[in-house]
């Protein structure tokens, strides 16, 4: 995990699980980390993109969020979801986009809990591990063969599945579900436990 940390400290992108299964990602605050993010996920039309952070705390800087917002997100993060936010100017400028909202991540798994834990601070902008749509992988090994002369450093937990976030947007009156995915709603599903990871050194 200190190697993941110091991948991240350094601009590096990083290929790590997560309880929706594989995802790429940087430090948000990094300008050399998302430039690199940004370029590898040019090529595709449309992607979602969140900033993965360990509790509300450190979402202020990035994210307005209202008492009803919040009320609503506390009774369900941890866990795959991903919540759709007014963005502050910080996040907009640290982000380099002018979109009014930001994707917010409290994911729940071995992994980023352990990164949670040692970096409590850490901000990660983060993503599906794919560089094109048609894209899907479940085993770290053929991300490794596939774009492991891209990223810097793949987190290998063994084959894990591939369960897309519960996307909610909270930016209205009313909570908005824009996809629905692993997480459900409303309430939590039973998570499971993990063994620990392996690394994968980028090509």
């Not at 490794?144 to 369960?163: Q, R």
Request: aromatic share 8%; with cysteine; charged share 25%.
């Amino acid at each position: 995990m200190r190697k993941v940390l110091e991948a991240f400290a350094d601009g590096q992108v990083v290929v790590y699980p997560t309880d929706s299964g594989y995802s790429m990602g940087c430090d948000a605050l990094s300008k050399k980390g998302v430039n690199k993010l940004y370029h590898m996920k040019r090529a595709m039309k449309k992607y979602l993109m969140a900033i993965m952070v360990r509790d509300f705390g450190a979402l202020s800087e990035f994210a307005k969020v209202e008492t009803s917002a919040f009320r609503y997100m506390k009774a369900v993060v941890p866990g795959p979801y991903t919540f759709v936010l007014p963005a502050t100017v910080r996040a907009r400028k640290i982000l380099d986009v002018n979109r009014p909202e930001v994707g917010v991540r409290m994911p729940e798994s071995p992994f980023t809990n352990t990164l949670f834990a040692m970096h409590p601070e850490a901000v990660i902008l983060t993503t599906a591990a794919k560089i094109k749509e048609e894209d899907s992988f479940i085993d770290p090994a053929d991300i490794e063969e596939t774009y492991g002369h891209l990223v810097d450093l793949i987190v290998d937990l063994g084959p894990l599945p591939i369960t897309p976030t519960t996307v909610i947007s909270l930016v209205g009156e009313t909570p908005e579900i824009l996809r629905e995915g692993a997480g459900p709603i409303p309430g939590s599903a039973p998570r499971n436990s993990l063994p620990g990871p392996r690394l994968w050194q980028g090509r």
